[in-house]
């Protein structure tokens, strides 16, 4: 079983940047694909960003694409979402998610998901 702890959030005007970390309890974090998720107020949850049990593959959604980069550092259980040239479409409930696999460059979401952490970007 993965325990998922979100931070870094906050408010940033637009156009700035925010790093979340996502720190997971458990011995196995390195035998998981990790994954970012966002859910604005009214909106269904939508995938941002997925990085392999290594860290060699990177996925994005288009919406984040060359502003967003995720890391992981295995050594420390911890994978990272930073986040430049904010929007206030950015603006959401920002949650990570460990899988079993990143299959055909799609991230099916698995069944540990962290509490969230509020982004709000202001214009």
């Known amino acids: 079983q993965v325990q998922l702890v979100e931070s870094g959030g906050g408010l940033v005007q637009a156009g700035g940047s925010l790093r979340l970390s996502c720190a997971a309890s458990?011995?196995?974090?390195?035998?998981?694909?990790m994954g970012w998720f966002r859910q604005a107020p009214g909106k269904e949850r939508e995938f941002v960003a997925a990085?392999?049990?290594?860290?060699?593959?990177?996925y994005y959604s288009n919406a984040v694409k060359e502003r967003f980069t995720i890391s992981r550092d295995n050594a420390k259980n911890t994978v990272y979402l930073q986040m430049n040239s904010l929007k206030p479409e950015d603006t959401a409930v920002y949650y990570c998610?460990?899988?079993?696999?990143?299959?055909?460059?799609?991230?099916?979401?698995?069944?540990?998901w962290g509490q969230g952490t509020q982004v709000t970007v202001s214009s």
């Open positions: 998610n460990a899988a079993s696999a990143v299959s055909g460059g799609h991230y099916a979401p698995g069944d540990y």
């Open positions: 458990g011995r196995t974090f390195s035998s998981y694909a």
């Open positions: 990085i392999s049990w290594n860290g060699g593959r990177e």
